[in-house]
């Protein structure tokens, strides 16, 4: 099968500027990078804030140099040949603002499509039919700056879309969305992979569901390295020797992450603070380990309000892999 | 087969341009937000037509004062009309890829097959004609308040340094964006620094002929300098004497302004654009 994307040893070195007194430092924001994507494949990139999935994109969109190694899409390196790159791919990210405020919807994606060399009048056919799939061909004479976010997003959308790319780079592009508008780009999203096989779409996400739900391959990446690269089936299986607990309790009185994993036969354990109290996921080798685990809430004066069984999810693969969950990790993070 | 191409999504296109026609295309598309999206906003009416319009008629007004020729009037009132391209150039076209890169725009252009000095020029011509507009419209307004008698000595000359004006002077304005995306704020400073002075220094609303030769010399750098010396000879024949350089000569600097401004801006751009592939601060704001 021939390859959409390759990249072999892919790094990117930040040098960070600070006072003039100061000694540069740098960040190392990808290394030893090692994925290959098919063509025809959805393939997701999946790890939390400043893993290294938009410095990664920006590479392969020919936006960034990689410090070392090489990267090919659609066959081309993009740092020697970007301009044999360019033609073929597209890219759209979430929160941004492209356009202009003061040209209509039509109008925006209009001018886009011009930068790719599209006959005038098959793009504005386009455009109104592509604006038809997405449900907004009636705020086709809007100005931009008169839609709301969502609906912008959905035009950006239709703006990666509409130059037709062998390959798309999705970053994050249902990030703020309301549920109905990330269902309504999912569907599109599919939709256009369906139509034709030979499309290749790369889709950076912190969303597990929206991985779950759309990618035939998922990487997960943290801190710039890739971890672990399969499909989502094959990643879950990995867990399903290990029971997973759900727990919602009250607040947690000084009760540790590593107190909990240094319970005999308890795995993996994440912790994340609610309102009302803390949400727990435990990996446990036997299911006779919780009661140990109730029995520890019980000395810690720790209320259950909650207690439930699931199947393994990819947040659960990522905390098998990294040792917490993408939130915790955020919270430890370093800018992407 | 039809049911297949009806449908938007596997339906291919009959051709996508490249070369030479792209980057027309792109000309043309970028500068369709200026030529028409910005008409829309009509604060421009206040903001580039009555606002310098306050200006000259402060000057017109002293002039009277003073009992000055009829014709500074008509210095005064094309002063006023070609200060809507400088500030249009300083203001709009200088910062526009340092906006487009805060708008996310930047990295789309980058990204795209069109030539990126297209862009640039589609954002140079769109604010030539936008601004000509204006322009135009302070020149019918000044000429009806102030009964301004135009004397045309040459309408072929006057067409060459009118052109050869707003490639020069947009050329530059193509430069200044490459010196901008870089410089950033910095660059806005020194421009804020630079607006009044460049009025003075460049004759808005008196001949140049009465400044310093050498201060007329160096502000004749900027393209507005000798344009409108040399448009105030076209237009207003009994006004010769008040030139700073001859007609003819003004031509060829300003021809040898154009084209150094351009292959300046052509090589700045490049670096810009290496720069921000090669560390990565271009495009991103944050870093």
């Known amino acids: 099968m021939s390859l959409a994307i390759e990249t072999k040893d892919l790094g990117r070195v930040y040098k960070l500027r600070g006072s003039k007194k100061e000694t540069r430092k740098e960040l190392i924001a990808l290394q030893d990078v090692n994925l290959t994507v098919n063509k025809g494949e959805l393939f997701g990139l999946l790890g939390p804030n400043g893993a290294g999935k938009t410095t990664l994109i920006k590479i392969l969109t020919t936006l960034l140099s990689p410090s070392s190694g090489w990267a090919k899409v659609a066959g081309a390196d993009v740092d020697r040949e970007p301009e044999a790159v360019r033609p073929r791919i597209n890219m759209v990210s979430g929160g941004e603002s492209s356009g202009y405020g003061l040209l209509t919807v039509r109008e925006n994606l209009w001018m886009f499509s011009q930068f790719y060399g599209v006959p005038s009048n098959e793009a504005n056919e386009r455009i109104e039919a592509l604006l038809e799939m997405i449900g907004m061909k009636d705020r086709m004479h809007t100005k931009s700056s008169d839609l709301s976010t969502g609906l912008r997003q959905k035009m950006n959308i239709v703006r990666g879309f509409l130059t037709q790319p062998e390959v798309l780079f999705l970053d994050e592009p249902t990030l703020g969305l309301d549920v109905g508008a990330m269902r309504d780009v999912r569907k599109f999203v599919l939709e256009w992979l369906r139509a034709d096989k030979e499309r290749t779409l790369l889709l950076t996400t912190h969303y597990m569901m929206e991985a779950e739900e759309l990618c035939d391959r998922v990487a997960i990446i943290n801190k710039g390295r890739v971890l672990a690269c399969d499909t989502p089936t094959a990643l879950k299986q990995r867990l399903q020797k290990d029971a997973i607990f759900e727990i919602q309790t009250s607040p947690l009185n000084g009760l540790s992450q590593q107190m909990l994993v240094d319970q005999p036969e308890v795995t993996k354990a994440a912790i994340a603070e609610t309102e ?32 439930n069984k699931r199947a393994p999810t990819l947040e659960d693969v990522f905390i098998d892999l990294v040792g917490r969950s993408m939130a915790e990790e955020e919270d430890s993070g370093q800018p992407e | 087969m039809d049911n297949q191409n009806s449908n938007p999504l596997t339906r291919p296109y009959s051709h996508k341009d490249i070369g030479w026609r792209l980057f027309l295309k792109t000309i ?8 028409v999206g910005q008409q829309r906003e009509l604060s421009w009416v206040f903001f580039e037509i009555l606002l310098p319009m306050f200006a000259v008629c402060t000057y017109v007004f002293v002039y009277r004062a003073l009992n000055a020729p009829e014709e500074y009037i008509g210095f005064v009132v094309m002063g006023g009309a070609m200060t809507a391209f400088w500030l249009n150039v300083l203001w709009s076209m200088s910062s526009q890829l340092y906006w487009e890169k805060q708008q996310g725009n930047l ?48 309408y072929l000359q006057l067409f060459a340094v009118f052109t050869l004006t707003m490639i020069a002077l947009y050329g530059m304005g193509m430069m200044m964006a490459s010196a901008f995306l870089l410089f950033g704020r910095e660059a806005w400073h020194i421009a804020n620094l630079a607006q009044e002075p460049i009025f003075l220094a460049s004759g808005f609303f008196f001949p140049i002929k009465f400044l310093p030769f050498w201060v007329a010399a160096g502000a004749s750098l900027l393209p507005l300098t000798l344009g409108m010396d040399a448009m105030r000879q076209l237009v207003f024949s009994s006004e010769t004497s008040l030139g700073f350089l001859s007609v003819a000569t003004e031509i060829w600097i300003l021809a040898g302004l154009s084209v150094a401004f351009l292959v300046v801006s052509k090589y700045l751009l490049a670096y810009v654009e290496k720069l921000a592939v090669r560390e990565g601060r271009i495009t991103e704001s944050r870093r």
């Open chain 2, 107 to 154: 990295q789309l252009y980058i990204i795209a097959p069109n030539s990126m000095m297209a862009i640039l020029l589609g954002m140079a011509v769109g604010g030539i004609f936008a601004t000509l507009l204006r322009a135009v419209t302070v020149t019918i307004f000044g000429t009806l308040v102030f009964s301004v008698k135009f004397e045309i000595v040459s």
């Open chain 2, 28 to 35: 043309i598309a970028r500068s369709y937000p200026r030529i």
């Open chain 1, 276 to 307: 009302t109290g803390a949400k727990l996921s435990l990996s446990l080798v036997e299911e006779s380990a919780l009661a140990r685990v109730i029995n520890l809430f019980t000395q810690k004066d720790i209320k259950v309000m909650n207690l």
